[in-house]
């Protein structure tokens, strides 16, 4: 599904260059388990950005389904991102203005469907979040677990098979963190293939395989010193 | 994307950014409006104008006798050409390119007397066709010369509204004068009919309102001029004058034995290239007043294009959130550009709204006054109205475009982290 070899990624800020992934191996297969974990600043939004085709790379290669990214033009990673990917946010990144059922629908907008399409797949979706009776419901007019959840039905608006979260519960209390946490297994068990970024090693801990970045590099060091570090920064 | 959701946005920028976008609607329905005005104002003059071109006739061509300057034939030159009254049915059959013919005779200082009252006047000896096309209307209560007076030679006179004012008195009304007795030369005539004042820029003889109308058969009959003074034609639809010159002269060449090449033989005056001319300036003052209007309404989309762009720092993360769910560039694009010719579109209707009724009202103002009946009244008319739409069209585009191709080119990644 994605296979990454020494992927650079610099940043530039005015003059200064910054480079926050300096060469990174990962391969992740269909219908995997995974999560990323690392302290702050170790560059696991960034790489999470360049899986989801939102960035390219400055360096390395990057094949996401035997197709090379680099090379895709910003219409054809558009059309990635709108069908082989779903992201969900730790800041949820929904549309203020729009209800939740317009929120799902835009990337079935985005993919050409008609109104009839559109409709029966909304419905189902927030039924299957558990908020089909919130659906003309602004975001300020729900709670932050319910806003991830539209989240997650819009991340699966157009059946992606990977589906990217950047600390999907860092914004919840653990209750509602540990229901979106289900919801991710339940998908895991659908066949999605799941990359979740988190602090929690509780999280972490669940899925099939943990991926530990420390400064821009994937970190082979000790688990269990990791692991404590994490939790302090967690 | 759906309408709804394009609205919401909309209303949601507007509640955020009132005081700008009021002042920005303002503004462009200022800059439609005094586009509007300044091209009203502009197509009323222009009306004005054409009405008043229309007095002394629509479409027509008068024709006179010259002199021959090129000897033809066995003739010298120098020979004067002289219009017969048999020359009107001579035209009409041989040249189905002219809708109407008429003719006229003139006599000036003829003596003109109604019970004690005698003054010297031009009298002209006119055909039935005159109320078409020299704009000979009767005012209500009287008529023009018929056919039938032309047949009889019936000794009856049209006036023109100043003479009668003359003969008459300026205080005794119509219905009074209609079928009175006045005497032109002694001759006894019954006055039929008094014309619509009109207002006539242009004249070969003086203006229509002093005009003494006798049926041309009669005028032939009594006072005995042999020849008439012009002819007047009216180029069939589709025919200018122009197309239908050479033929005349051949057609008039071959009954009075000139040169049809010779220009000197008839005199012309094509009153339809005349118009022409004038409407054409008009043309042009219309696109100078369109020009400066159209400066104020750039002034105002300019404005437009800036709210954008502050609209866009404001919604980065918006842009991030639909480029991170698959929108591609063009339906960022269009966004906002649909929404700059939203704003454009309704502060336009506004304009052009407040600029119909400033016109509509001001028509219903009843002044009458020289002024006025010069220059018109502002007229709003369609053509104007697509114009400015067209306009504000091309403007909102653009002032859309810049600040959307600014909002598609950003980076998704960099738009999500913008707080
Ligand atoms: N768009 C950007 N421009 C400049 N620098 C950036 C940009 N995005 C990230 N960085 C920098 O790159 C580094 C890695 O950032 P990144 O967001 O990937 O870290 P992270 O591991 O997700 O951290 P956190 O756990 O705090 O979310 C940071 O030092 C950050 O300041
Ligand atoms: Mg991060």
Redesign the pocket.
Known sequence: MIEMTGIRKA?Q?GKIT?E?LRGVDISIKENEYIAIV??????????MNLMGCLDKPTGGEFYLDTERVETLSPNQLADIRNRKVGFVFQAFNLLPYATAYENVELPLLYAGLSGKERKARVTELLNRVGLGDKMANKPTEMSGGEMQRVAIARALANKPKLILA??PTGNLDTKSGRAIVEIFNDLWKDGHTIVI?T?DMHIAKRCQRIIR?KD?LLDTGNEEEEQEQSLKVA | MKPSILFNVFAQDFKKQRKRMVLTLMAILWGTMSIMLLLAYGEGMKDQFSKNLNGLGEGIVILWGGQTSVPFQGYGKGRRIHLHPEDVDYLKGRMPELEIVAAEYIRWGAEIKYKDKLISERINGVYPEYKEIRNFIPEMGGRMINELDMQSRRRVAFLGNEVKNRLFGYDTPDENIIGETIQINSTPYTVIGIMQPKIQMSSYQGSDEDVIAIPATTFHAILGDPYLDNIIFKPAEGFTFEDIESRLFSVMGSKYKFDPNDDQTLHTWDIMEERKVTMDIFQVIQYFLGFVGGLTLIIAAVGVANIMYVSIKERTREIGIKMAIGARRIYILMQFIVEALGITFLGGTLGICSAYLLTELFKMVPIESEVLNFMGRPTVSLEIGITVTVILGILGFFAGLFPAMKAASVNP??AL?YE
């Open positions: 940043y800020t910054f926050a690392g302290p702050s600043g170790s560059g696991k939004s960034t790489l950047d600390e970024i602090h970045l821009g | 990644n960099e982290r």
